[in-house]
């Protein structure tokens, strides 16, 4: 019942900027951690960003500084907010949230179906 869905992605050329949304519907009592992950051609997929009910944030050291993670948690949405992006910021992107759904089984890690970047030189 509960899904993900992200958006913003895009082509964007380097220094420049795109914000990424996720959110999240269905049956949601809770939503503790959300975050960012990504996932290059030939690479393992690395954390980004996470982001908790209350805001606190912890970011990957390659994107400290550029990046923003935030949430409404009104709207049961997280943003990423990228900017002085460069060439090895290219993956797909994909939005995390470990939530509280109705039934014990219904509740654990969903995971949204990625968004694209690329950063050309």
């Known amino acids: 019942q509960v899904q993900l869905v992200e958006s913003g992605g895009g082509l964007v050329q380097a220094g420049g900027s795109l914000t990424l949304s996720c959110a999240a519907s269905g049956t949601i009592i809770d939503i503790s951690v959300m975050g960012w992950y990504r996932q290059a051609p030939g690479k393992e997929r690395e954390l980004v960003a996470t982001i908790t009910r209350v805001g606190s944030a912890d970011y990957a050291g390659s994107v400290k500084g550029r990046f923003t993670i935030s949430r409404d948690n009104a709207k049961n949405t997280v943003y990423l907010q990228m900017n002085s992006l460069k060439p090895e910021d290219t993956a797909l992107y994909y939005c995390?949230?470990?939530?509280?759904?109705?039934?014990?089984?219904?509740?654990?890690?969903?995971w949204g179906q990625g968004t694209q970047v690329t950063v050309s030189s």
């Open positions: 995390n949230a470990d939530l509280i759904s109705e039934g014990w089984g219904n509740s654990g890690d969903y």
